[in-house]
């Protein structure tokens, strides 16, 4: 499965209003709030990886002590 990192197409909400009220049960604002961040931040970072195309056990660290 590929994720997508894109807006939701015009008029669609990503989320709905019935899902946010069944996470809203279980979760306070705050706790919400830094959901909201922690996902968001992930998104951001997988993104850049995306850019930056890392390659799998290299280290920049140790590239620097060579």
């Known amino acids: 499965m590929e994720a997508t990192l894109q807006p939701a197409p015009h008029g669609q909400e990503r989320v709905s209003d ?4 069944e996470v809203a049960k279980h979760y306070d604002e705050k706790a919400l709030a830094t959901l909201t961040i922690a996902i968001g ?3 951001f970072f997988i993104a850049l990886a ?8 290299t280290s920049l660290a140790d590239e ?3």
């Not at 019935?18 to 009220?21: A, D, N, S």
């Not at 995306?50 to 056990?57: N, S």
């Open 18 to 21: 019935e899902l946010y009220t």
């Open 64 to 66: 620097q002590w060579d």
């Open 41 to 43: 931040q992930i998104n």
């Open 50 to 57: 995306v850019i930056g195309k890392p390659q799998p056990v």
